[in-house]
């Protein structure tokens, strides 16, 4: 059964420093998306990042960069240059291609507080 | 662009009463559309999908239920609301495509009184 796991309830990050949120996953599908969302204190669910199974590559979005180790079954999401603003919940979330349908679970999800 | 709009924003509720929070998606076809609950301070439970007009999968049993009745239109009801049925909904339509992301709705906070 596929399952994400994020350990980290909160985070403080000093602004301008750079940030790892920890995410691992379960999933015996070969072909799956990893997704990391942001949702601020408005409640709005906003997508940040994706990684697919096959990606050589580790997915990057302006400040944000998906750390993916395959083997590990990590996706850790990186900031860089915290700003005040990224002050949000930050959800890790999979989606198995072959088995899991159409669905999206998600972590528990991580707070990030940054500190001015 | 695509867009997705939910309503409403808040919602307050007595027990007993009956539910209809609607989501409508705009500029796509054929999506695939959910219904997702957050509890305070926790993470998402998909609660219903759908990949076409009238077909709907129920992810855990419950009081609710979800119908479909325009390609674009997703709507989530009960006939009489508990307690435990309060929380943060959340609608998102998705691409037909496997590593498509989720696009979600504002949400509804929904208080059961």
């Known amino acids: 059964a596929q399952k994400i796991t994020q350990t980290q309830p909160g985070m403080f990050v000093q602004e301008k420093e750079a940030v790892t949120l920890d995410c691992t996953y379960d999933?015996?599908?070969?072909?799956?998306?990893l997704f990391w969302y942001k949702q601020p204190s408005s409640g709005e669910m906003i997508f940040l990042i994706y990684?697919?199974?096959?990606?050589?590559q580790n997915a990057t979005e302006g400040r944000y960069s998906l750390n993916f180790q395959k083997a590990r079954k990590s996706a850790n999401l990186v900031i860089s240059a915290s700003q005040l603003g990224d002050s949000a919940m930050y959800f890790c979330?999979?989606?198995?291609?072959?088995?899991?349908?159409?669905?999206?679970?998600f972590g528990a999800g991580t707070r990030l507080f940054v500190k001015a | 662009s695509q867009t997705i709009h939910q309503w409403p924003a808040t919602l307050v509720q007595p027990v007993g009463s009956p539910l209809s929070l609607e989501c409508t998606v705009e500029?796509?076809?054929?999506?695939?559309l959910y219904w997702y609950r957050q509890a305070a301070g926790r993470g998402l439970q998909l609660l219903f999908y759908?990949?076409?007009?009238?077909?709907i999968s129920s992810e855990v049993p419950q009081n609710l239920s979800a119908s479909r009745p325009q390609d674009r239109q997703f709507i989530l009801s009960s006939k009489k609301l508990l307690l435990s049925d309060s929380g943060f909904y959340l609608c998102?339509?998705?691409?037909?495509?496997?590593?498509?992301?989720?696009?979600f709705g504002n949400g509804t906070r929904l208080t059961v009184t």
């Open positions: 998102a339509w998705s691409q037909d495509r496997g590593y498509s992301p989720l696009h």
């Open positions: 979330a999979m989606r198995e291609v072959n088995t899991g349908g159409f669905k999206t679970i």
């Open positions: 999933t015996s599908d070969p072909s799956y998306g």
């Open positions: 500029g796509t076809s054929n999506p695939n």
């Open positions: 990684q697919g199974s096959y990606d050589q």
């Open positions: 759908s990949v076409g007009i009238g077909q």
